[in-house]
């Protein structure tokens, strides 16, 4: 590998979220923070460079994608990982993949209308539907035999009976993993054509699929799909940059562009961010090959992982994970109420991992772990794990 992803990199008194919030909300000092979706990497070198020279320059006065260079890396970028022949004028950029939701909700729909999500799923996909005041209509994703799928039937009938007007699709799924099938996202795209149901398709984890699985653009799926879907990615998670603020939202449609730029244009949100920008491009242009190396980095982690609960606490089920560095792990084996199951792993173990039920309906039992971090990190949040299950 051309590059290492094992530096441990102190990140505490650096006001991130994922350590420096620890104390706030009651964590024991030491605590080993596996929760929030970042990763504990630098980004690519070329992006620090990019960043370094922009700093140098010294003025970051009012600035946007006038030259043709960001959308070409980005184009580029799309064909190459994706096979999706990308349009300069579908391109919005906003602050962020969970502003583009929300932006997307008021956009699309009215007050009391339904939007639908599947749950468990990303908690922020819930809480920009009830705080736009939309209606949450929720088709649980179904685990069987060590794998999640689509209940279409009630996919199909939750549409129908709320007059759902939106779907909010999460591809590859976070927290579950699964990245979906061209067949399965047909289906529910067929579904959504059939019921005139427009979706927001959110790609962020697009990047992140691990060897055997592919990731297929939502709206390239059938021709038509296109025409009811915004399609919001971003470089953020893929290259670790969330602080940085830039996502790209691609909107083939006219009439659906147009309704997405005027409900931007009521908040007030212009120009990006100058850093974002600079970072954004120089991600897409070179950072090609950081980026295998870390799927690699990540296929080793998750290595470490299956094979550490196989054989020290089996009781603990991983479920396999296609795609994202975001693993969720089903603890009902040990029939512990959730309350009782993180008081385990924040104070007996010392770790914060996301609470399944947090994610919504069929979180119960289940938490969900970051992997995205040095595997010496890894390795001692496992055996901290150990010794407090085997306590238990
Ligand atoms: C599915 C999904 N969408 C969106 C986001 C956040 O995107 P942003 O920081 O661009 O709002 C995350 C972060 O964890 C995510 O997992």
């Not at 043709?68 to 184009?75: K, V």
């Not at 639908?116 to 809480?127: D, R, T």
């Not at 976070?174 to 149901?197: Q, S």
């Amino acid at each position: 590998m051309a590059y290492s992803f094992d530096k441990i990199i102190d990140r505490r008194g650096t006001d991130s979220l994922k350590y420096d919030l620890a104390a706030r909300r009651g964590m024991p000092g030491n605590v080993i923070p596996l929760w929030v979706a970042d990763m504990d990497f630098p980004s690519p070198p070329e992006v620090l460079e990019a960043l370094v020279e922009k700093s140098r320059h010294g003025i970051f006065g009012y600035s946007d994608t006038i030259s043709d260079d960001y959308f070409n890396a980005l184009a580029d970028w799309y064909s190459n990982r994706f096979g999706w022949q990308l349009s300069p004028k579908w391109l919005v950029k906003t602050p962020g993949v969970v502003f583009a939701i929300c932006t997307a909700i008021r956009a699309l729909t009215d007050e009391g209308d339904a939007v639908l999500i599947q749950e468990p799923v990303y908690y922020p996909f819930a809480g920009s539907v009830r705080a736009n005041d939309r209606k949450l209509v929720v088709n649980e994703l179904v685990y069987r035999d060590g794998r999640y799928s689509i209940d279409f039937a009630d996919f199909e009938e939750k549409i129908e009976k709320n007059r759902v007007k939106l779907f909010i699709l999460c591809s590859p799924h976070n927290p579950v993993g699964r990245v979906w099938t061209k067949e399965e996202l047909a289906a529910m795209g067929e579904i959504c054509l059939k019921y005139g149901v427009k979706v927001v398709a959110d790609e962020i984890h697009e990047d992140f699929v691990y060897p055997g699985y592919r990731h297929h653009v939502f709206e390239t799926v059938m021709p038509e799909f296109a025409d009811i879907t915004i399609t919001c990615t971003g470089p953020t998670k893929t290259f670790n940059m969330a602080g940085l603020q830039i996502s790209n939202v691609f909107i083939s449609n006219t009439d659906l562009r147009k309704r997405f730029k005027q409900e931007l244009e009521r908040t007030g949100y212009s120009q990006p961010n100058i850093m974002g920008l600079v970072a954004c491009r120089a991600a897409y242009r070179h950072g090609a090959k950081w980026l295998d190396d870390l799927i690699s980095y990540l296929v080793s982690n998750l290595d470490l992982l299956r094979d550490f609960l196989r054989k020290e606490l089996p009781f603990i089920r991983l479920v396999e994970p296609e795609g994202t560095y975001l693993v969720w792990l089903d603890f009902r084996a040990l029939g512990l109420p959730d309350k009782e199951l993180n008081e385990l792993i924040v104070h007996k173990a010392g770790l914060w991992l996301n609470s399944g039920p947090m994610f919504g309906a069929g979180g119960e039992g289940y938490q969900r772990i970051n992997i995205g971090c040095p595997a010496a990190i890894l390795q001692e949040a496992l055996e901290r794990l150990k010794k407090a299950f085997n306590k238990v």
